[in-house]
Structures are given as structure tokens and as C-alpha cells.
């Protein structure tokens, strides 16, 4: 019974990354800088994103803010607002001109997270 269940585990994540190679492979088919904004009323905040290279975080960022990159193969962008007060926060992810990914969210340090997988 262990074996089987060893067997079903193992072909699960075989699976699961066959399934990311293709998203991977996907998503590396498109040419083009990649471009992050995030946008708020002002104020500063923190932001996550998937570079070159691979993860980068800037903290104490001055908003709106904007990046723009070389082809990333998984784009992910996640920002989070420093104040308490209402307004809103918009993510959100360019290729070539036209928005791939993007999300809103409000209220007291709000998060948006915006994902082009």
C-alpha cells in the first residue's frame, strides 16, 4: 500500500512539473520588456517583483512607481501600501504595450498582487 501510494505522489509531481515546463515555455514565448506599475495616490509602500535574475524587493518606494525589465519568464508583481488610510492600489503588468496582468485592492495597507502565469 505504501508503494501505490509512493507511486500515485510521485507521478503527481510529474505532473505538476510538466505542467509548469509548458506555462514556462509559454510564457518565454513572448518577446518584449516587461513593464511593472504600481499605482497610488501617493505615499510609499513596498514592491515584490520576479526581475531577470529573479526576485526583487524595494521597500520604502515613493508611488506611483514603474520598472521596466527584460523578458521574465513568469511576470509577478505584488505591492503593498505603508499608510493606514483609505485609497485604492492598482498592480499592474505591460508586455509590449498591453496590460497581461493586473489587480485592485483598498483599504488600510492594502495589497494587490498581480500574476501573468
Known sequence: MKMILATIGFLA???F???AALMVGAAGAASGPVTYRVE????????TYEGPSGQEQ???VAFPWSAT???VALPVLLAQKDTDGP???RCV????GEVIAESTS???YATCTASAV
Open 58 to 60: 524595494h521597500n520604502g
Open 69 to 71: 525589465v527584460e523578458d
Open 93 to 96: 503588468i505591460e508586455r509590449d
Open 87 to 89: 485609497g485604492e492600489i
Open 13 to 15: 509531481v510529474l505532473a
Open 40 to 47: 497610488v495616490d501617493g505615499g510609499t509602500g513596498s514592491v
Open 106 to 108: 483598498s483599504g488600510p
Open 17 to 19: 512539473a510538466g505542467c
